[in-house]
């Protein structure tokens, strides 16, 4: 026990694997050469995380020791603080961002200041801070942006108050208030400016595809943004891991969706629905609509960008396995690909329809 507490926050991290084999932590490859530009950390306590999402790896519902969960489907390994910064130091180029993300544990405010500002003073890479609402308050938003930090994530993951009481709240013991979450995101908003804070989300939870296109509209009107996922269960022995991806379909009419959204190319009172809320009109003529879909964008990881401008965080794989089932692919779709992603979008016999025609 000795040895593990050593082994805590703020002088220990853990680390995705995608980050610790882009810093050379660990061995490995990405399906077609896929890259990682953010290195994603996550603190480190003996006593885990006090919050019970179903969905999530990390819940303290879920058995085992913290240190030795798993994280949207893969392990997260421990290192040292000052090792991540040596790492970082000798791999610039590979490195275009970093992310803290807080778990439910009040000694994450302090550290999560005290590495931030660390990491900052260590070079000139920007820092992204996904952070719990529950715990915190507007002036630790305040000092994390004096700490350094330029953007906020408020993962509120559910699309609708009712599935995150379920899955979040009252329905599973937790202690996350749907209230709570989005007053975080206004706050963080209004403190990091316009665009520098958003939101997670994550589709296939029970939500209609209108309920997900109007909280992705909800948070853009504030001015946000919607980092996307796709549900990829933990595994057999989560306790939700009978439940079922969404249909490819589906979550390509989101992907889309989120993408005409956030980038003011459409809006969610243009977009019209069938019996079932499924999107059957985008609200754009089928010339643009065509141009958008071919450029690939919609589909690829939305994550916050480096300092070049480009997504840094698109986290290689996270929802879903190599290979034809890409959900959020973390490179530029090729021509194959998004005509493999057309052939997707119709399962459902859809069809593009031109809202501008009589």
């Known amino acids: 026990m000795e040895d593990n507490e050593k082994k805590e926050s703020p002088k220990y991290l853990r680390m995705?694997?995608?980050?610790?084999?882009?810093?050379?932590?660990?061995?490995?490859?990405?399906?077609r050469d896929a890259k990682l530009y953010c290195i994603n950390l996550l603190l480190n306590y003996?006593?885990?995380?006090?919050?019970?999402?179903?969905?999530?790896?990390?819940?303290?519902?879920?058995?085992?020791?913290?240190?030795?969960?798993?994280?949207?489907?893969?392990?997260?390994?421990?290192?040292?603080?000052?090792?991540?910064?040596?790492?970082?130091?000798?791999?610039?180029?590979?490195?275009?961002r970093i992310c803290i993300s807080m778990i439910t544990n009040k000694r994450c405010i302090s550290d999560t200041r005290e590495i931030c500002a660390?990491?900052?003073?260590?070079?000139?890479?920007?820092?992204?801070?996904?952070?719990?609402?529950?715990?915190?308050?507007?002036?630790?938003?305040?000092?994390?942006k004096s700490a350094g930090a330029d953007k906020i994530g408020v993962a509120v993951d559910l699309a609708t108050p009712e599935l995150f009481e379920k899955f979040r709240g009252n329905g599973?013991?937790?202690?996350?208030?749907?209230?709570?979450?989005l007053e975080c995101l206004e706050d963080a908003l209004e403190i990091f400016g316009h665009r520098n804070s958003g939101t997670h989300l994550v589709t296939g939870m029970g939500e209609t595809e209108k309920e997900m296109v109007d909280i992705i509209q909800n948070v853009q009107d504030m001015g946000g943004w919607t980092h996307l996922f796709?549900?990829?269960?933990?595994?057999?022995?989560?306790?939700?891991?009978?439940?079922?991806?969404?249909?490819?379909?589906?979550?390509?009419?989101?992907?889309?969706?989120?993408y005409l959204i956030d980038e003011n190319i459409s809006h969610a009172r243009q977009f019209s629905y069938?019996?079932?809320?499924?999107?059957?009109?985008?609200?754009?003529?089928?010339?643009?609509?065509?141009?958008?879909?071919?450029s690939g964008?919609?589909?690829?990881?939305?994550?916050?960008?480096?300092?070049?401008?480009?997504?840094?965080?698109?986290?290689?794989?996270?929802?879903?396995?190599?290979?034809?089932?890409?959900?959020?692919?973390?490179f530029p779709p090729e021509p194959g690909d998004v005509e493999r992603i057309r052939h997707q979008m119709g399962v459902l016999g859809y069809e593009f329809i031109d809202a501008d025609d009589e």
Not at 313 to 323: Q, T
Request: glycine share 8%; net charge neutral.
């Open 230 to 258: 796709s549900y990829f269960p933990e595994g057999e022995a989560h306790q939700m891991g009978d439940h079922p991806m969404p249909d490819m379909d589906h979550y390509r009419r989101i992907q889309l969706a989120r």
């Open 297 to 330: 964008e919609p589909f690829r990881t939305s994550g916050c960008e480096g300092y070049d401008g480009e997504v840094a965080c698109n986290r290689p794989y996270a929802n879903s396995r190599p290979g034809p089932g890409i959900r959020n692919f973390p």
């Open 46 to 96: 003996n006593s885990g995380c006090a919050a019970r999402c179903a969905y999530c790896g990390l819940s303290n519902k879920r058995d085992g020791a913290y240190e030795e969960k798993s994280f949207i489907r893969v392990t997260w390994p421990n290192f040292p603080l000052s090792e991540i910064i040596e790492r970082i130091s000798t791999r610039r180029e590979k490195v275009k």
């Open 118 to 144: 660390e990491l900052r003073k260590s070079f000139d890479i920007p820092v992204s801070l996904l952070v719990s609402p529950t715990i915190i308050t507007r002036d630790d938003l305040v000092t994390f």
């Open 16 to 31: 995705s694997l995608a980050a610790a084999m882009t810093l050379g932590f660990k061995k490995g490859l990405f399906h």
């Open 172 to 181: 599973v013991n937790g202690p996350h208030k749907w209230d709570r979450y």
């Open 274 to 294: 069938d019996d079932n809320d499924r999107i059957v009109d985008f609200g754009i003529r089928t010339q643009r609509l065509d141009a958008v879909i071919d």
